[in-house]
């Protein structure tokens, strides 16, 4: 059986980026693979998370799991943080992956910034306790946006070298699942720029908690330009925030780009705004509402919680053994 594994950090502000560029794919993938999804807690804590919130957020996350259609019976839903093999086995893989290859991660160029000797140690090696998360599974498929391409690179890289390195075929070499309209949804307000939880403005991102007039808002006020819409994908050159526009449409409606451009090629943005707004609304809409439900049954999805993460570590301790066992960790108990 293929086996799918991706996460999600509960760092606040559930967009829509996240929603069209995984989470709806999560769901989707449901009756192909056997799915663990992780609400990756520990790789949250890289930067400063206020306790109450990071608790918040983690049953927010998984809210927005159950709420997207992921079935927790068939499949498995948990929090990082309840299965302590994924640090264990980080641990090794910090004895495996190479500095430059750490240090060419962009990700973490971006995250640190300028204050780069300010940035937490556990900053640096999230890639690590990444690629960790998904070998603890052997997982073979992991779908994630555009973004976290460089990181599964990584994550190949130390497969291959721990396989190499103890000359045992332990880990399979994962594929990204890198798929749909909206595989990088970009800020309302920039074009240029990933639509981000971390964005001071709140309108660069719909976010899935937001109603109505809230996503009616955002869409009247996202930056657009003087011309009419593009009519081919060719128009799109030099006009971020209309590509990105039509991409979120699509991707909402499941279309192809072309096939929306067919449709709404050469109208005005207002027109086209209004369109996307009751679009938005329709898919968005219930999703919310159902997250909103699930969040004031707190009982609930803890329950879903420690059931996941009570499988999750079943199916991890063997395979961490195999990996000790590799490493030639004497177990004498
Ligand atoms: P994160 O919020 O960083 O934990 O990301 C969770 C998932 O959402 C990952 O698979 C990301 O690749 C994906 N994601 C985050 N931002 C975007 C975006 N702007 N467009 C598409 N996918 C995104
Ligand atoms: N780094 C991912 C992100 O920010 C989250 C993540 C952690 C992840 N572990 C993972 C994604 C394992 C896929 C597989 O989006």
Redesign the pocket.
């Known amino acids: 059986m293929k086996r799918i594994f991706?996460?999600?950090?509960p760092?606040g502000n559930l967009h829509l980026?996240?929603y069209?560029?995984?989470?709806r794919n999560f769901a989707r993938l449901q009756d192909e693979y056997e799915c663990i999804y992780c609400v990756?807690d520990m790789h949250a804590i890289t930067v400063w998370q206020e306790p109450a919130e990071l608790e918040a957020n983690t049953r927010e996350v998984t809210a927005t799991f159950l709420a997207a259609g992921i079935d927790p019976t068939r499949h498995i839903i948990f929090n990082q943080s309840q299965v302590p093999a994924h640090a264990e086995l980080a641990w090794i893989f910090n004895c495996v992956a190479r500095l430059g290859w750490l240090n060419r991660m962009t990700q973490f160029k971006e995250k640190a910034g300028k204050h780069r000797e300010n940035a937490s140690a556990g900053l640096y090696v999230y890639p690590v306790l990444m690629a960790a998360d998904i070998m603890l599974y052997k997982a073979t498929h992991v779908p994630?946006?555009?973004?976290?391409k460089q990181h599964l690179e990584l994550t190949r890289d130390v497969a291959q070298k721990f396989n190499n390195d103890f000359g045992r075929e332990v880990f399979p070499i994962v594929e990204p699942l890198i798929f749909g309209e909206?595989?990088?949804?970009?800020s309302l307000r920039d074009g240029t720029k990933?639509?981000?939880?971390s964005d001071p403005s709140d309108y660069s991102r719909i976010t899935m908690t937001d109603g109505p007039d809230e996503i009616a808002q955002k869409i009247r006020k996202a930056k657009t330009d003087p011309q009419p819409l593009p009519e081919s994908v060719e128009g799109f050159e030099g006009r971020p925030e209309a590509a990105n526009l039509i991409t979120i449409y699509a991707s909402l409606a499941d279309m192809e780009t072309e096939a929306v451009l067919a449709e709404h090629g050469g109208r005005q943005f207002s027109e086209f705004k209004a369109a996307l707004t009751d679009l938005a609304v329709e898919k968005m809409g219930p999703v919310g509402q159902e997250m909103q439900r699930l969040m004031s049954d707190p009982g609930h999805v803890d329950a879903v919680l420690k059931d996941g993460a009570e499988r999750a570590d079943a199916l991890a301790r063997p395979i961490l053994r195999e990996v000790y066992e590799a490493v030639g960790f004497l177990n004498a108990r």
């Open positions: 991706s996460g999600v950090q760092t980026g996240n069209l560029g995984a989470i990756v994630v946006g555009e973004d976290q909206a595989t990088r949804v970009m990933k639509m981000s939880k």
